[in-house]
């Protein structure tokens, strides 16, 4: 998809027509469809290049916390493509005429996208992790349709957090020890995610 940084610094106007167009759709198997589509242009140039920065930022966290979330985050980024595509293949969705759960959460997170994208393209330094329009725009799709088609948490379950709380299913449901923690970080994927806040980290 961008192969190259010429193509990658020329992708503002894309992240902002995606995730208009994005913002329309009512139907998860609609959605579904629509971020596969986007998500398979990302080539495997482009999962090499994010992988090599990610180890180096894995690489930079304490010990043995990165060794600890290494997993989930190869999970994350990667693991979470293939997933997505083999769905996308098989048609999972195709036949299902679901309504996304929470319309307004969706339609607020595609607004955030593309207002992070409007900053940013007029020189703002408030960037998320990775700098990089085409990582910005991969991450995003990949928790769209993980946390507005599969309604599943922003971060896989088992993911670990300083002070050894995780992310966790119980009988059904998520929970996340910082899932209201981020609430001053206007654009954490953890504003829209489905899980609850896990209630024991606050008595830790």
């Known amino acids: 998809m961008f192969a190259n940084e ?3 610094s020329g992708t503002f106007n894309e992240h902002k027509s995606i995730f208009a167009r994005l913002a329309t759709i009512d139907k998860k198997s609609e959605l579904a469809r629509t971020l596969a589509q986007e998500i398979k242009r990302f080539s495997l140039y482009d999962l090499q290049v994010m992988s090599a920065f990610l180890e180096r930022e894995i690489n930079n ?3 043995p916390y990165g060794e600890n979330i290494r997993p989930y985050f190869i999970e994350q980024y990667f693991g979470r493509y293939y997933n997505i595509l083999a769905i996308y293949n098989n048609g999972a969705f195709s036949d299902r005429d679901e309504e ?4 307004q959460m969706f339609r607020d997170y595609c607004s955030t996208v593309i207002s992070f994208e409007l900053e940013y393209d007029k020189g703002s330094e408030n960037r998320i992790t990775m700098n990089d329009p085409f990582y910005s725009l991969y ?3 990949l928790s769209c349709f993980y946390m507005f088609v599969l309604d599943e948490p922003g971060h896989p379950v088992g993911t670990p957090f300083p002070g050894g709380f995780t992310v966790q299913k119980i009988n059904g449901e998520y929970y996340c020890p910082i899932r209201d923690k ?3 970080v206007e654009r954490s994927i953890c504003n829209f995610c489905p899980a609850k806040q ?3 980290y606050d008595k830790s």
């Open 6 to 8: 010429q193509d990658v």
């Open 139 to 141: 991450y995003y799709l």
């Open 61 to 63: 966290l304490p010990s």
């Open 182 to 184: 981020e609430k001053d």
């Open 100 to 103: 996304i759960n929470d319309k």
């Open 198 to 200: 896990d209630e024991t």
